[in-house]
């Protein structure tokens, strides 16, 4: 099976201005989360949808950060503006929901703000 | 509230087994994970363990759980320079899909 695509690879904007992610998640998988991982940290979770429901946002920086998943399947974040500090990579991953089911993720998407 | 820690860093030889340990702060863990992360790439699920059981092997790769302690490792039998990579250790909660990470170890094999 495809596993979680994402694009682009990597990204370079400088501070104020936007940037979209975009995730399309394994087929058949409900669940999708945004991911956000710093420099030597492990990922640390921004958003979770069920489906075209974010059902825990409550990571998400909402005064910049916001995300979407209109038909239930692919997702984009956007960041309006970009500060420095958003320089990070961020991950996508999908699961089947269930507590048992392990999340698959994408490569993700480094981006660097200067 | 949720808390999963690591140590930093681990250097094996080639050859050797190489043992990774997690601890965690929720008792209503029920799933915990381990996933490896290789440079420039997203995260790979190696194995997991229901919170009821003890022991889970899977080719070169043992968990062992320790429930009392909150403390779970993995160990790499014959580690290879392939296996050099970032390892997470994560939770699930009962009920809930979302993981929650450890910093993770990065593992150094040595030829």
């Known amino acids: 099976e495809a596993g979680v695509v994402q694009s682009p690879r990597y990204k370079i904007i400088e501070k104020k201005q936007p940037v979209a992610f975009w995730c399309n998640p394994i087929s058949g998988h409900n669940t999708l989360y945004w991911y956000l991982q710093n420099l030597g940290q492990g990922p640390e979770l921004l958003i979770r949808?069920?489906?075209?429901?974010?059902?825990?946002d409550s990571q998400l920086p909402k005064d910049r950060f916001s995300a979407e998943r209109l038909k239930g399947v692919d997702s984009t974040l956007k960041i309006q503006p970009a500060e420095l500090g958003d320089s990070a990579v961020y991950l996508c991953a999908s699961s089947t929901g269930t507590s048992n089911s392990p999340l698959h993720f994408g490569n993700g998407t480094r981006l660097t703000v200067t | 509230g949720e808390d999963v820690e690591q140590s930093l860093f681990l250097s094996v030889r080639e050859g050797d087994s190489s043992v990774i340990n997690c601890t965690y702060t929720?008792?209503?863990?029920?799933?915990l994970y381990w996933y490896k992360q290789e440079p420039g790439a997203g995260l790979q699920l190696l194995t997991y363990?229901?919170?009821?059981?003890d022991m889970k092997q899977d080719q070169r790769l043992t968990v062992l759980l320790n429930k009392k302690d909150k403390h779970l490792s993995l160990r790499i039998a014959d580690t290879q320079t392939g296996d050099s990579a970032i390892y997470f250790c994560a939770e699930s909660l009962s009920g809930y899909s979302t993981l929650t990470f450890g910093k993770g170890t990065m593992l150094l094999v040595s030829p």
């Open positions: 949808y069920e489906n075209e429901e974010a059902v825990d």
């Open positions: 363990i229901f919170s009821n059981m």
């Open positions: 929720d008792s209503s863990s029920t799933y």
